[in-house]
């Protein structure tokens, strides 16, 4: 069964491969009468585009969308939402030398595995650069929730293992690492900055957090909203992990420790991560993913080709040193089509 | 949109409460002619029965499974399997006391929010209990992976902060902790015992390794495969976090660390889990999950009733003191039936 | 991928076999608050029952559903709901001639074609039993649509190609035969008895009406609220047709005849059967099913056993002459279960 | 829940308005390596173009399909195959008079119920436009078909109650009315022309045959190869009916007459219409489609604005004044989709 369909009430079919003509998205079940601030579905396509910090790509891509359907005079219709975004500065010819041979980290050998076919160009279909469009459909889901007041942001908690000391999400959208500490923006950049000059690449962790999400969304016991954020998540290229609340901290504490005391006024703590038995408990949801270093590295590795001979390879073309901080605005997406998508299904019973 | 089914071609569905009659599930999908062993899915229940360990409540049950359907000569003939599990010793006058106030780390707030009623009887469908259905259908999932000489084992790989130190899994089945390190069994069940005197409750961290997977299943971009593994295991209750090989640890890692070489026959390491792009790579696939402490405890913490009153709650009863080791033949389950279900969908396009 | 599930966001599984121990449903979706008049389930289960009329069979089964989960002092949770009805009245042993011989008319061929085997035991799981668990499903349903003033009714229009007159709702509860006129039922009764004596058995048509719908219900392009209900009706065993308003007599209109004038109030008339673009506008919807003679009878017919040698065969066994009445029920159950998850749906999207 | 998309393992996601930009299809599970031969598909295309018969409209469109992802090389990839089709002789200022009235048997009164908006430019998502992505889709279904032998074909039985005497397929590419039948093609014309120019419109019948289908497609209980069949034309606009095999005539057989005798090599009779318990039984799938006339006509009609008040209308524009035989291409995309979503349902069981 096919898998390039995301949702169940706002549900969201991606297409389109990193350098065929264009990559896109069908967002049906998008509620009627929302108001459609095409500047600000750009802006957030902005924040995914290449070439914002040194640790990206020098791709360059407008990523401009255009909303082919399901919007008349400025408002969604109820209809499907078709948005794509074209593919103008591919360059196939630097794939051409990757057609038979599998690099490390990549998907080039389980996709030949799994279709006995792969379209090699830029790495086809497994690209980052499918993720525009779900950047453009978290932009729509994010207009809906601007009108529930709810309001989701990502943002950078560690690359190449320096780490915020404290976030301020406003921070955040005044560097180029949507790094909400100012203080630490200097050192990353260094970090960067070496790592690139060796050729290799870093990892991170993202946080999400969601805040005034009402209580009562998530459908047990296994559409929980955890467990939807979870794939929502997870089904990013390069994220190996996910964790919701304390997360993996868990492991070490007590239940005296972790449980959060419930005052009339809300809880005393947020070791839930605002989700409890999968359903929203009216705390702010707050979400990390583990982001590995982009496989694509200059340095030398080992391989093989089509054929299974041992091959050595070394990658040079426009890649990021760091998914961070363009996959961001990606996990922000993913939240907050999970959010609507909840916010629909509950509106259902109620 | 409910949530109480999983998986698309090896789809379960479950139902039941922990003091109704009895908790079950649908297994539609199943493919016709496989063998049923009774025994065998016997033997895995027993795995999650109440009793193992002193880690476990004392509540009796017998948890026999009864096949109500789409079985016939024993072995399976494409229709739906019902199975079910009574409930024989719920005692539901012990959660009087609890109807009107919240338990801290419960669901209790979440689904009154939700749904504006609950079944406050032993937590109603909240409960782990449900999660005997779970079992009862990986125990399903599991024979049809046996034919494929797929192999899936959970054990536990910490909990109150002991940590194992090697990973034998046989040694996993001679211990009541799923421990597959003998030799700190010792350590874990001193700390079990200190703490069930507080009247507190630990968590732990659970790993999951499937072996014999082929390469090639798994549907991205969204039913990556590590993506329907994420949410299959943050589904279960208390899980609060789950990485795929090397986890969060590739947030401090270089690329050149954490790509694993290919060789001719397989790969270097196994830094992906197992899953490259989402879709299974040949190798060992890796999984765990970070699993919160039981939230029952017997220490006095604040809380409200329904009226939002200030209160305070010491928890007495018939509770786990972990949920390890029992949940992780839970999460043994869950796996199982996401590998089971990515087989059928890639028979489909083979 | 399987196909024992019906309905999105009122979703029904049904699971079980004839001459299994029981056959039954899980509806998840139901929303929570719902009060529970077994009552009134039972009292359409019994509209299913065999023994009304003279056109059914002799077999003995009282139908008493049990309700396993998903209510809660007599109202439901919003939990799955699992019903289930025990099969007491099962004689394989009169089936044991027909294991290695197809039935004409029946699915033996087919499902052995599709599965490799087959439950041979009263039919297994293509037997109209399984249709007791759609009724008590649609009754949870109807309880539903109580509560928004919308009723479903389906009766008898043509059995052995006697056809109804008038129609007067009414009349159809006080014959054996759901037959909305009175004046035709000495007839049919006389044709029952008749083709009784030969062995053989006779077809008709059931009209369903829903009245009370509010427009906006369906969802387009293909889960339009019409495509829907022929979904539903089709999936029942022995219908083999379906049509809307008009049906079939479009096909030799006019536009000008066929188009229903709109006034202030409403529409001048309803050939439409109350949807327009596959959404309802507020009229009655009125549908009907083709429904086949019943496959088995007692006259000598030509087949093949399971090795393809051919047979004669002869069916001798307590069966129904007519599927109708008591298949109208059914009906309405299905009509009911797609009316309530379109409610639902629309709720979500307003 | 929205609705548009449909399929379960082969699944089509159609987008676009009359007026909009374009109209397409996302195909999500399309099997890999299947050769798409463009020529093919905007043969298909060209059947449901306008223009081809005087029942058509005179919109000039030249349907011109432009594939954007999935293929590569001339061959799919597995990854969603999106085409679309441009909207370019969309003429929306001879709408602007029907902005605000109703037009009898068209969606426009129900669109504006259930949405609370419209986008009445040429009848925007409820336009037959709409189908052009669904004949898209049909012709790679059938590319799939063309490698099983399995081959599909709709032809006109009846328009403006002419019915045809006969059935010879290959005549019905060799008239304008799809008929298979040349010798009432004369009558049928001058039908057509009389009405035209009474500025009403006709309806009539289509059929579908299916050879070549393997036993043993369907998946039972609901998702029965002719309750999907059912669905799959009922969603097409104008269908208001749907029967397979011998349909509602059923209704006056006896058992002995509807029953298909079995014989060591097939079935003596086809009243089954090649389906039995919903699962194929290795004979021709015969199904046929009600399609009510065009509801614009010239010829003046009530109905109200949409304020209510009561209003004349009389449509003048480009329209056809039957929808065959151009829907008939369109009868056959969706049961190609249909048959080809069983093969790979069934595929992953077998």
């Known amino acids: 069964m096919p898998g390039n369909s995301f949702g169940k009430l706002f549900k969201i079919t991606t297409w389109g491969e990193s350098h065929g003509k264009a990559v896109g ?199 929980k909203l955890d467990a939807d954020l979870a794939k929502a998540l997870m089904s990013i290229g390069a994220v190996k992990g996910v964790e919701i609340g304390t997360g993996f901290r868990v492991a070490e504490m007590l239940g005296s420790e972790n449980n959060d005391p419930i005052e009339p006024d809300g809880y005393r703590s947020n070791n839930s991560g605002g989700i409890l038995a999968g359903i929203s408990n009216g705390d702010d949801i707050v979400i990390r993913s583990a982001v590995k270093p982009i496989p694509s590295i200059m340095i030398e590795q080992d391989t093989i080709d089509t054929d299974k001979n041992p091959k050595k390879i070394s990658i040079k073309g426009r890649h990021d040193i760091s998914a961070i901080p363009r996959i961001n605005v990606v996990c922000e997406a993913m939240v907050s089509i999970v959010i609507v998508d909840h916010l629909l299904r509950q509106r259902a019973i109620s």
């Open 25 to 223: 998205v069908v967002i049906d079940g998008c509620p009627p009468n929302i108001e459609i601030d095409s500047l600000a579905i750009q802006k957030m396509m902005d924040r995914r585009r290449p070439g914002g910090s040194s640790a990206s790509t020098s791709r360059k891509e407008s990523d401009k969308i255009q909303i082919m359907s399901g919007v008349f005079n400025h408002k969604t219709t109820g209809t499907p939402i078709m948005i794509w975004i074209e593919n103008k500065d591919s360059d196939s010819s630097a794939y051409e030398k990757y057609k038979d041979i599998y690099r490390p980290g990549h998907g080039d050998i389980t996709y030949q595995a799994k279709y006995g076919t792969r379209d090699w160009r830029g790495g086809g279909r497994a690209s980052a650069r499918e993720t525009a469009a779900r950047v453009a459909a978290g932009a729509i889901a994010k207009e809906i929730l601007k009108k529930e007041n709810i309001d989701i942001c990502a943002y950078t908690l560690e690359l190449g293992s320096i780490k915020v000391k404290k976030i301020n999400i406003n921070e955040s959208f005044n560097n180029n690492y949507g790094c909400p500490d100012n203080s630490v923006v200097k050192e990353i950049e260094k970090r960067v900055s070496d790592i690139k000059k060796k050729g290799d690449s870093l990892g991170g962790i993202v946080e999400i957090r969601a805040t005034g999400v009402p209580m009562g969304l998530g459908e047990p016991v296994f559409d």
